[in-house]
């Protein structure tokens, strides 16, 4: 698997880290990880479209290698706004976006806001909802109020994770402990990612915002597809089904033998629909 490219940028006083595949000339997808990710949970997918595609995802505020938010505002508006910064850092004019739940959200605020910049939208498990009135919103709410503050082995973090991630590969499970604990003075291990801001900040309301995904899915003027992991708790099949009848330019496909992390859960086909739909480099 290739070896990324690591960034620093500095966006209001906080350093911010994005990851780079590919090479500078090639066409652009942004990748953008969910909740309690970070931007290499997309090195699978980044790899497999490598040669045609130049791919960045930022390591959103409190995730990966960027800083902590002092403030705790870990939340839609503001994770576009780093996005924007980002683009016009970059000096992107026309690009495609991926995103992953929390990510998916920004993708579909970005491409709302920015039509003239987004040239297809690929949406993984999230619509208008999902994070206030399904039950996987009502699970990631529990799983939140609920987080270890740290622990005591590394076979405690593989069972932390497991235990919330049934679905998820050996590979992607490998990934995912890598990248959001650390050991600490004593033989613990802590988190990487700032999980009691995060949680505080999940817990404090809709994530979203002020940020309507309904009028955001109705403003899209791109090509866009929405990813459902087929054993979704937090993506109804009706949301799916109201989002391709009030946008036309939207379709939904699933994911078989997968749930909220399609991407983790059956990378081959989740990679086999982005690659089918991308348009051509």
């Known amino acids: ?64 290698e960027s800083s902590w938010d002092p403030e705790r505002d870990y939340f ?23 995103g992953h739940s929390m990510g998916g959200t920004v993708g579909y605020t970005y491409a709302a806001r920015h039509p003239d910049q987004v040239r297809s939208l690929i949406v993984e498990d999230i619509g208008p909802g999902s994070s206030t009135s399904t039950a996987g919103a009502q699970r990631i709410l529990r799983e939140m109020a609920n987080t270890p503050r740290d622990f005591a082995s590394i076979d405690a973090v593989h069972a932390y994770w497991r235990g919330i991630r049934p679905d998820i590969t050996d590979d992607a499970l490998a990934s995912r402990i890598e990248q959001t604990v650390r050991e600490a003075p004593g033989g613990r291990w802590t988190w990487k990612l700032d999980m009691a801001g995060i949680a505080a900040a999940r817990l404090s309301g809709d994530p979203a915002g002020p940020v309507d995904l309904w009028a955001c899915v109705e403003s899209l003027r791109c090509p866009t597809l929405v990813i459902r992991g087929a054993r979704s708790d937090f993506l109804p099949v009706e949301i799916c089904v109201e989002m391709a009848k009030r946008q036309p330019l939207l379709r939904w496909a699933e994911v078989a033998d997968a749930g909220h992390y399609a991407h983790d859960d059956n990378p081959r086909a989740f990679i086999q629909l982005v690659r089918e739909f991308l348009p051509q480099a």
Do not use: C, K
């Open 1 to 64: 698997m290739a070896e990324p490219a690591s960034h620093l940028v500095t966006i209001d006083d906080l350093t911010h880290r994005y990851l780079q595949w590919g090479h500078d000339d090639s066409p652009v997808i942004l990748m953008l990880h969910g909740l309690r990710s970070y931007a290499r949970t997309w090195a699978p997918v980044a790899d497999a479209l490598t040669g045609p595609y130049r791919i960045i995802a930022p390591d959103f505020v409190g995730r990966g």
């Open 76 to 98: 839609t508006n503001r994770y576009v706004a780093d996005v924007e910064y980002l683009v016009g850092l970059l000096g992107l004019t026309r690009f495609d976006i991926v």
